[in-house]
């Protein structure tokens, strides 16, 4: 009785090559591809869907289907929607890169760890440089970069806010640095508009302080929606509106219609645990125009132009007190100053107190230092004035002791 062999049941290989490489086993039936942890094959990638794909192993037959992720699913290059696999076959589901194994057969060939160097000169480059890019919409994310997917992709997004880093690094005037954010903005994302809005502490609101739109915007007196801001600042979080105008998260009524949004995200401005502000942009003519990688992107960007703003604020302030010190000392001593820069509201009303003045003098001191050398007039005085200041607080001292037995 000769016995049939078993099936062959493949293996998954993610990242095959990189550092990051993991080996998944499939098993007979089904077996789903997904960033969530119910999903046989569980990889936490935002580029992946919850549920991505689905591989089915029916003996000998194997069969990849798309589950109608966002990103969608390839293999060997080519978008499916179904498809048969064979070994060797590499799987890309959104970014994420799978190669089709058999365990029964030769081990697939698999290329080395891929090493990039980061331009030395990447500090001397203009962002448009660092981009490669022209300034023609790209399609399907808004984000301006040499490649549309895999590893190649990632190392520019890194080489982007690397450079954003360092442009944004120089301290410099709010206003001018809220000027460059937006001008970095527009030229590494498809945009319509964009604006910042700067918490106040005043009223507690976010009030916007810089915006901008691009020729090909719609006109209107608002560059940006409330609805969307007000909803980023409750949740805290960066936000995704593929199309406002249909969106569950908003009220898609006449302020959304008549701004003419279709697309937009919104980000925090967190330099720490506290937010102190939003950055906006949408596009009012294509929904869907940006995707799940985009809003990673802007919380990024967001991210350091966050610190970039709290340094400059920092700094701004630290020249204030500076020159509010330098001010105070022409007519106040160190220790009044100490209370007042220290104080939140110091008061200045009138006071109404009893003060003690001691008058003193350096009986001939005139002819006396004129007989002496400046070296001596200076050790004289040196002695002296210490001398007084002690003699000056025993009767400020005395004079309290005699008041109070009063």
């Not at 970095?184 to 609101?205: K, Y």
């Amino acid at each position: 009785m000769i016995k049939s062999a078993p099936p062959r049941i493949p293996t998954l290989i993610f990242h095959p090559g990189l550092p990051d490489q993991r080996t998944f086993d499939l098993a007979s039936g089904t077996t789903t591809i997904g960033r969530t942890r119910e999903n046989g094959v569980h990889v936490a990638h935002q580029s992946l869907s919850r549920s991505h794909a689905r591989i089915d192993v029916d003996g000998e037959r194997w069969r990849i289907t798309d589950l109608k992720s966002k990103n969608g699913t390839s293999v060997n290059g080519a978008r499916i929607a179904e498809a048969e696999l064979r070994p060797g076959d590499s799987i890309r589901c959104g970014d994420v890169l799978f190669t089709v194994a058999d365990p029964s057969g030769p081990a697939p060939r698999i290329s080395p760890t891929t090493v990039h160097e980061m331009s030395g000169d990447l500090s001397r480059m203009t962002m448009e440089q660092v981009l490669g890019v022209a300034a023609a919409a790209r399609t399907p994310s808004g984000l301006r970069v040499k490649t549309d997917e895999g590893p190649e992709r990632a190392r520019d997004k890194l080489r982007i806010l690397l450079r954003v880093s360092q442009l944004l690094s120089s301290p410099e005037k709010i206003d001018a640095l809220l000027e460059k954010i937006l001008d970095l903005v527009f030229q590494i994302l498809d945009v319509d508009r964009a604006a910042i809005l700067m918490l106040d502490e005043r009223t507690g609101s976010f009030e916007p302080r810089v915006s901008r739109a691009s020729p090909r915007a719609r006109p209107g007196s608002q560059l940006f929606s409330r609805q969307i801001v007000d909803y980023v600042r409750k949740n805290s979080v960066a936000a995704l509106f593929s199309d406002a105008r249909v969106d569950p998260r908003l009220d898609t009524g006449r302020s959304i219609m008549r701004q003419s949004i279709c697309a937009s995200m919104c980000a925090p401005l967190r330099p720490r645990d506290h937010v102190i502000g939003a950055l906006y942009v949408d596009n009012q003519s294509v929904p869907d125009r940006f995707s799940d990688d985009d809003l990673d992107f802007l919380g990024a960007f967001a991210n350091q132009a966050a610190i970039a703003i709290d340094n400059a604020t920092l700094y701004q302030r630290i020249e204030e007190d500076a020159v509010l010190r330098s001010s105070f000392l022409r007519f106040f001593p160190p220790s009044t100053i100490q209370r007042m820069m220290t104080s939140p509201a110091p008061s200045l009303e009138v006071i109404d107190t009893e003060v003690t003045e001691l008058f003193a003098d350096i009986s001939g001191f005139t002819e006396m230092s004129s007989r002496m050398a400046p070296r001596e007039v200076v050790e004289l005085l040196n002695d002296y004035f210490p001398t007084m200041a002690r003699s000056s607080s025993s009767t400020r001292a005395r004079s309290k002791s005699t008041s109070a037995m009063r």
